[in-house]
């Protein structure tokens, strides 16, 4: 089973608009990372947040995470078209911090 | 140089042949493990191995076997390919952070 829920599913903005994406997982967790990828590529690691930690920032990038609700935000401000692509976030459970369980993925498109 | 490397990049084979995914890592960490990734499904762990002599099943281990043949190497075998195993293959290391292979396209018809 997936640990990770990524909402939406699917987001398409303008650029230059921020983009905001949500993941809700299930189980208490060591660590949350997202992960972007370009249309069926490998993934590339963006940010991780351990769970001690509320806000992360990382160029336009800032992420969020929510402990009592189980919950993590990534924000991509002021998007480009390069930002296109899909984005998934990644749990590390306590007690198996050793393998991630990823979500199903949002799939953002920014227009020119 | 890429600091995790998958062969073959695209494979299509036939239903009942066995099949070989090799992985690869420069990363000199202990810990590799073999994802698949089908549309809509996001990634799902086939097996892991936290040192040469540890091997361990995932979530959908069945119809897959690997073999850890060094620190470095970590392969990834379907022992008799059945059309549902058609999915895209990633090899991944930790360290504690995370480093992914390009990933492998199978195809089995």
């Known amino acids: 089973s997936q640990q990770g829920e990524e909402d939406p599913q699917a987001l398409s903005i303008q650029e230059g608009e921020n983009a905001t994406m949500n993941c809700s997982y299930k189980?208490?967790?060591?660590?949350l990372q997202w992960y972007r990828q370009n249309s069926g590529r490998g993934l590339v690691h963006l940010i991780l947040?351990?769970?001690?930690?509320r806000e992360k920032h990382s160029g336009r990038l800032r992420v969020t995470l929510d402990t009592s609700k189980k919950s993590s935000s990534l924000l991509i401000t002021a998007s480009r078209a390069a930002d296109t692509a899909s984005y998934f976030c990644a749990t590390a459970p306590i007690g198996a911090n050793s393998k991630l369980t990823f979500g199903k993925g949002i799939t953002l498109s920014v227009r020119p | 140089d890429a600091d995790v490397t998958q062969t073959p990049r695209n494979r299509i084979t036939k239903t009942g042949k066995r099949i070989m995914l090799e992985c690869s890592q420069t990363?000199?960490?202990?810990?590799m493990y073999w994802y698949r990734q089908d549309p809509g499904l996001g990634l799902r762990l086939i097996y892991y191995s936290f040192d040469v002599k540890d091997i361990n099943k995932g979530e959908i281990s069945d119809g897959y076997s690997v073999s850890r043949q060094a620190q470095a190497k970590f392969s990834l075998s379907l022992e008799s390919a059945i059309p549902n195993q058609t999915a895209l293959y990633f090899c991944?290391?930790?360290?504690?952070?995370?480093?992914f292979g390009p990933g492998t396209r199978l195809t089995v018809l």
């Open positions: 189980t208490s967790i060591n660590n």
């Open positions: 991944a290391t930790s360290g504690p952070l995370w480093s």
């Open positions: 947040i351990r769970s001690n930690e």
């Open positions: 990363k000199g960490h202990d810990r």
